[in-house]
């Protein structure tokens, strides 16, 4: 069964601290795509990677990093938590000639006191 | 910049009926793809249905299908025969064929009902 993975469920942190979150795909996808997804808003799009060390920015890159090391492995950085990036981030993947996300993760629920 | 509505956040079904869940966007292309994701309480989201927009039929997946208006910019989606398993958040998006960017509407809370 194929599988997006999220390291965590559940994320609290303080104001300041640099926040990582992991993503791991078991499907070999070239595409790899972080959003954030808030209530009346939907999702919107952070960062996608297409390849290893490649990346776009999104819709709302502010305040964020990416690092793609390894094709399976996508990573959003928070560089300096606010609390305005309270969310749920959802972590996407899918085959290079798919346009679309097509497996999500289960997301992480991240809070900024 | 492109934008996609759904005008209803919450609908409700009577278990069997159909229902239809309606999404407007705004491009100024005349080439672009249209999707509906579900989005269960378990919270991974699925892709429900995709549409090309150089394809004048309507999509279906089974119980699902799509009644695409390209001059109108409207593209709902019809769920025959609900299921209690149809229950979910349900988001339209809208993606240009040249980047990955794509943007999502707001969502439309489905309850079914037994």
């Known amino acids: 069964d194929v599988k997006v993975t999220q390291s965590s469920r559940y994320l609290v942190k303080r104001t300041g601290e640099k926040v990582f979150l992991e993503c791991v795909q078991d499907m070999d996808h070239e595409n790899m795509f972080w959003y954030r997804q808030d209530p009346g808003l939907g999702l919107r799009l952070i960062y996608f990677s297409y390849d290893v060390k490649m990346k776009e920015k999104g819709d709302i890159p502010e305040g964020y990093s990416v690092s793609r090391e390894k094709k399976e492995r996508f990573s959003l950085i928070l560089e300096s938590a606010s609390t305005n990036q309270t969310s749920m981030y959802l972590c996407?993947?899918?085959?290079?000639?798919?346009?679309?996300?097509?497996?999500f993760g289960d997301g992480t629920r991240l809070s900024i006191l | 910049a492109q934008t996609v509505t759904q005008s209803q956040p919450e609908m409700s079904v009577q278990e069997a009926e159909t229902v239809t869940l309606s999404c407007t966007y705004d491009?100024?292309?005349?080439?672009?793809?249209l999707f509906w994701y579900k989005q269960p309480p378990s919270r991974q989201m699925i892709l429900v249905i995709r549409q090309e927009a150089y394809k004048q039929q309507n999509a279906t997946e089974n119980r699902f299908s799509v009644n695409f208006q390209k001059a109108a910019k409207s593209f709902s989606l019809k769920i025959s025969d609900s299921q209690l398993g149809d229950a979910a958040m349900y988001f339209c998006a809208y993606r240009r064929i040249r980047n990955n960017d794509m943007r999502f509407g707001a969502g439309t809370r489905l309850t079914v009902k037994p």
């Open positions: 491009t100024s292309e005349s080439d672009y793809y």
């Open positions: 996407a993947s899918s085959l290079g000639n798919r346009v679309q996300p097509q497996h």
